[in-house]
């Protein structure tokens, strides 16, 4: 069954109601999030379980940094000056010597170590090809969720319930690009699938994506999240905004702003605030419209109570006699 079957109607992103988070709203833009600084330090590190002989685990190593190495030359030829031509083809060749070189001094790490020179070399291996991994995986992540009254999501990623949740519909140019995270294959990925996905294997390829960037610990999966994957930093958003939900402690004051920075959106958006169910730890969502009697005051000018006052002249009180 394709993806976009299964994918829900609305996805949530949970938020404080930062200055940050406002910019983002009336640009409509998202922001991809690089892995290392999301909570678990154990998401997105793939382990290599290995099931390849020392040989074709160095094949790996080497056609990794060799990548990675062509990548960057890439991306520094962008702003390097066309005057220096020769230089780019001196690097471009120079990628093989460099990988070469990593893998030497690698040999030479296991071969004068204290420990059995097959066994080292295999683990050398394995780090470094997890760590070539990471480095070949630098993207950005944005992070949804199925559920918009979760309590632990409004008290971990909503400010504790001062901040709001987005919710956003996904339309046919982003199904293929909304991904759902895996809460029960662990970190394991074969170095077999790292070699095939080298080889150009699409199969491959999809299943190492997947186990860097869509794998977490079963303990998250009250979160029920989806990834947008894409460059990091602030980018224009694919989804469609629908909604802004505000949380239980949200005050006044931040609902009004929210409401009407996003009152001459183009394609309007609809508006709710979390309740208390009574008796229980649920949560209700009801809707919040402009006419709402909390915000009849606002904008308020706190000069105008003063001038408001400033011709009332005060009777004087009576002397008390001497």
Same mark, same amino acid.
């Given at each position: 069954?394709?993806?976009?079957?299964? +994918?829900?109607?609305?996805?949530?992103?949970?938020?404080?109601?930062?200055?940050?988070?406002?910019?983002?709203?009336?640009?409509? !833009?998202? !922001?991809? $999030?690089?892995?290392?600084?999301?909570?678990?330090?154990?998401?997105?590190?793939?382990?290599?379980?290995?099931?390849?002989?020392?040989?074709?685990? *160095?094949?790996?190593?080497?056609?990794?940094?060799?990548?990675?190495?062509?990548? /960057?030359?890439?991306?520094?030829?962008?702003?390097?000056?066309?005057? &220096?031509?020769?230089?780019?083809?001196?690097?471009?060749?120079?990628?093989?010597?460099?990988?070469?070189?990593?893998?030497? $001094?690698? /040999?030479?790490? $296991?071969?004068?170590?204290?420990?059995?020179?097959?066994?080292? /070399?295999? !683990?050398?291996?394995?780090?470094?090809?997890?760590?070539?991994?990471?480095?070949?995986? @630098? *993207?950005?992540?944005?992070?949804?969720?199925?559920?918009?009254?979760?309590?632990?999501?409004?008290?971990?990623?909503?400010?504790?319930?001062?901040?709001?949740?987005?919710?956003?519909?996904?339309?046919?140019?982003?199904?293929?690009?909304?991904?759902?995270?895996?809460?029960?294959?662990?970190?394991?990925?074969?170095?077999?699938?790292?070699?095939?996905?080298?080889?150009?294997?699409?199969?491959?390829?999809? @299943?190492?994506? @997947?186990?860097?960037?869509?794998?977490?610990?079963?303990?998250?999966?009250?979160?029920?999240?989806?990834?947008?994957?894409?460059?990091?930093?602030?980018?224009?958003?694919?989804? /469609?905004?629908?909604?802004?939900?505000?949380?239980?402690?949200?005050?006044?004051?931040?609902?009004?702003?929210?409401?009407?920075?996003?009152?001459?959106?183009?394609?309007?958006? *609809?508006?709710?605030?979390?309740?208390?169910?009574?008796?229980?730890?649920?949560?209700?969502?009801?809707?919040?419209?402009?006419?709402?009697?909390?915000?009849?005051?606002?904008?308020?000018?706190?000069?105008?109570?003063?001038?408001? &006052?400033?011709?009332?002249? +005060?009777?004087?009180?009576?002397?008390?006699?001497?």
């Amino acid at each position: 069954m394709e993806n976009w079957k299964k +994918l829900p109607d609305r996805i949530y992103r949970y938020r404080d109601s930062s200055v940050r988070t406002l910019e983002a709203l009336v640009s409509d !833009h998202l !922001h991809y $999030a690089a892995p290392n600084t999301f909570n678990d330090p154990l998401e997105s590190r793939p382990s290599l379980e290995i099931d390849l002989d020392n040989s074709l685990l *160095k094949k790996i190593y080497k056609t990794l940094v060799e990548k990675r190495i062509s990548e /960057e030359m890439r991306a520094a030829e962008k702003k390097m000056s066309a005057e &220096f031509p020769d230089a780019i083809d001196h690097d471009e060749h120079s990628r093989r010597i460099d990988a070469s070189s990593l893998i030497a $001094a690698l /040999e030479y790490r $296991a071969e004068y170590s204290d420990y059995d020179f097959e066994e080292y /070399e295999r !683990h050398l291996l394995q780090s470094n090809i997890e760590e070539e991994l990471l480095r070949q995986y @630098e *993207k950005g992540i944005v992070c949804f969720a199925q559920r918009d009254d979760c309590p632990l999501m409004w008290s971990h990623y909503g400010d504790q319930h001062r901040g709001i949740c987005i919710g956003y519909s996904i339309p046919a140019r982003a199904r293929g690009e909304i991904h759902k995270v895996d809460y029960s294959s662990g970190r394991l990925i074969q170095a077999s699938k790292v070699d095939a996905m080298l080889d150009e294997d699409q199969v491959a390829q999809r @299943e190492v994506d @997947e186990a860097v960037l869509l794998r977490k610990a079963e303990n998250w999966n009250y979160e029920q999240e989806w990834r947008l994957i894409g460059r990091q930093g602030l980018q224009n958003s694919l989804l /469609e905004l629908e909604e802004v939900i505000f949380g239980l402690k949200c005050t006044a004051a931040t609902k009004f702003i929210v409401m009407q920075a996003l009152s001459k959106r183009k394609r309007s958006a *609809k508006f709710f605030e979390m309740r208390e169910k009574s008796g229980v730890f649920d949560l209700s969502k009801n809707p919040l419209n402009y006419d709402h009697e909390m915000f009849t005051h606002f904008p308020v000018r706190y000069l105008s109570k003063l001038e408001a &006052f400033a011709s009332v002249k +005060l009777p004087r009180s009576k002397r008390s006699k001497q």
